[in-house]
Structure formats: structure tokens, C-alpha cells
């Protein structure tokens, strides 16, 4: 009977980490799951719980956490919709023993912060991109997901700063949000290029966001004369690339950053995350935390996609 408990026991993961995406049903978050799945699979010590709501609203999460609370998991990683509306709950999280971490999208409450990027190194990488297209000087618009989304409004706030500090002829003339809608992403842009005379390129925000993006600038008959510049997956806007719609699309390897999450948590829990000191995370290698505002956080490098490499990628 005592060997049937020890094996019971050890087969009994030591670790239950739950992860938050800002909404399940989109591509983009599945891709990112096939990287969480991939860590679960090589950390036996560890089960990751993938939850997350439909709508794409803190509301949702914020009561998903409150439903989770009582099951006390070791660790919560939230992809915020909103960084200060989400901390009440992740506070109560904390007070319930739980670890906080945020992944993807930041809060105002958390450990740990396993961003996608650099902010600022990707928010000027897209004014770079843009004005590789259409010069130094130009009237642009973008589209985001929301006002709130941490990570778009942080790579906004980086555009401005190098708009300002190195290509003042470049203006954003309008910023609208479309949230996580290919069809709204096309409605705005359409509206764009009917009401702005003289736009020269449409930044776009948000994984399913550019490819509404350019099959508006390509509906118009603007392939080449209206730049698109965003951030979305190479799967999403393969045929856009290949079509010369688009030249470059930004990103982040959507899979490793779900595989870096559960490894990040992981670290957490086990042994602890430290300022300056490395941690392997599996496959991809060592990570080393630094600083930030609220606490510590690692990255992933930026992506390019472009005609001749995206077939490289199937994500």
C-alpha cells in the first residue's frame, strides 16, 4: 500500500499553474498555446490549467480569477485586458497565497512580468518600418486593439518618442480602436482612406487587426501607395506579404512566449527569479530578469516577417 502512495504521489504534479489569455477563439492565442502545451509536456513537476474568457474585457478575467481563488492554484499568469482594473483581484489573489505573474498583456499587480518585447525597442522598430516605406515625413494613422491594452498603448507612447526625437515630418493624424476584430480593423481602415487626404501609411495593433488592415488598403486599389505596418502573426498575413499589400510584419514567436511563460512560472515557484541572474528555460536557453517599474521581467527579440522569410514560419 505505501509503494502504490509514493508512485501516487509522485505522479502527482507539484506545481498547478493557471494561465489567462486576454480571449480564447483567436489564432494568434492558439498559437501561443502549442508553446505552453510544449513546456507542459517536458515539466512533469508542473500542470498548467489554459482558461480564458471569450470577450476580450477585464470584467471577464477579473471574474475568472475570483471563481479560481477558492481552488488555490500555486500561480496565476494573467495576460491583462486592463493593467489597473485587473490588480483589486490579483491583490486578492496574493492575500490567498497565490503567485501573480502577468504574461502578454502587464498589470499594475504582479511578481513577475514575462513581457513579449522591448516596449520602446518595438515601438520604434514600427516607426522604422513605416518610414522605410513612405520617407521621412507623412501623415499616419493607426489602429489598436484599445485605450487600455497595455502593450499597444506602451508601443504607442514609443512611437511618439521617436516620431519626436527623430522624424518630427512624420504625424499620427488619428488613433481608433477596433479591439480584436479583423472586420472592424477593415471598417476603420476603409474609413481612413476615404477620410484622410494624403495618408501615407496605417499602423495596425493587435494580431487580428493588420490583416483587416491590408485587405482594406488592397480593396481600395492602394497596394504601394498606403504602407501597413503592424504586428500579427505570419500565418495571418502570408498572402498579403507574398502579394506586396505589406512589406514587413512585426512580432515575437507567439509559441515561445507561451513555452517561456509556463518555464518563467515555473522558475518562480521553484526556486525563484532574482535580478541579474540567468534561469534556463528549457529549449530556448538562458533568460536573465531585469528590472522595471512595478518589479522584474524578460523578453523575447523582435520578429520580422517578410515575403522571403515568412514561409519559415507556421504560426
Known sequence: MLSAAVSLAQAQPKYRIVIIPKLVGITYYDAVKTGIDAAARELPDVAVTWTGPTQDQVEKQIEMIERLIPTKPDLIAVAANDPVGIAPVLIKAQQAG??????????????????????????????????????????????????????????????????????????????????????????????????????????????????????AVRDAGLAGKVAVVGNSTPNLMREFLKDGTVKTVLLWNAPDHGYLTVYTARQLLAGGLKLGQPFRAGKLGNFTPRKDAISMQVALPVLVFTKDNVDQFKF
Open 98 to 215: 497565490i503567485h501573480v505573474m502577468s504574461w502578454d498583456g502587464d498589470s499594475k499587480q504582479r511578481e513577475f512580468f514575462v513581457n513579449l518585447v522591448d516596449f520602446e525597442q518595438f515601438g520604434a522598430q514600427l516607426v522604422e518600418s513605416m518610414s522605410g516605406e513612405i520617407g521621412p515625413k507623412g501623415d499616419i494613422a493607426i489602429v489598436t486593439t484599445s485605450f487600455t491594452a497595455p502593450n499597444q498603448t506602451s508601443w504607442i507612447d514609443a512611437m511618439k518618442r521617436t516620431i519626436y526625437a527623430k522624424y518630427p515630418g512624420l504625424r499620427i493624424v488619428d488613433i481608433r480602436p477596433a479591439g480584436e476584430s479583423t472586420e472592424e480593423a477593415y471598417r476603420i481602415a476603409q474609413d481612413y482612406l476615404k477620410s484622410i487626404p494624403n495618408l501615407k501609411g496605417i499602423v495596425a495593433l493587435g494580431a487580428p487587426n493588420p490583416p483587416g488592415v491590408a485587405r
